[in-house]
Nanobody, 117 residues
Framework: QVQLVESGGGLVQPGGSLRLSCAVS????????MGWYRQAPGRQRELVAS???????NFAGSVKGRFTISRDNAKNTVHLQMNSLKPEDTAVYYC???????????WGQGTQVTVSS
């Protein structure tokens, strides 16, 4: 049973930084793509950043230049480094893993990120 467990959320002031981690039970080699989504109250869940098995990355326009995503296949972990945080980054952040054979998406339970002074 594959599980994704997020950690690293919390309360931070505007302009601050947080690093989210997603620990994957089992091997990450089966995942074609790992990503981070977020959902703010009253809004749809949106893709924040993703990283594919070949190392290519993709970012939402609102976080480009501020967030980075990385994966450590040896430790089965994906990180989201968030810098220059803004109040509008406040949301529950979810780790996501996509496998293609057969097609399936795995989700973590989410971690709260609050940016406020």
């Amino acid at each position: 049973q594959v599980q994704l467990v997020e950690s690293g959320g919390g309360l931070v002031q505007p302009g601050g930084s947080l690093r989210l981690s997603c620990a994957v039970s089992g091997s990450m080699f089966s995942f074609y793509r790992m990503g981070w989504y977020r959902q703010a109250p009253g809004r749809q869940r949106e893709l924040v950043a993703s990283i594919s098995s070949d190392g290519s990355t993709n970012f939402a326009g609102s976080v480009k230049g501020r967030f980075t995503i990385s994966r450590d296949n040896a430790k089965n972990t994906v990180h989201l480094q968030m810098n220059s945080l803004k109040p509008e980054d406040t949301a529950v952040y979810y780790c996501n893993g996509l496998v293609t054979t057969p097609p399936f998406e795995y989700w973590g339970q989410g971690t709260q990120v609050t940016v406020s002074s």
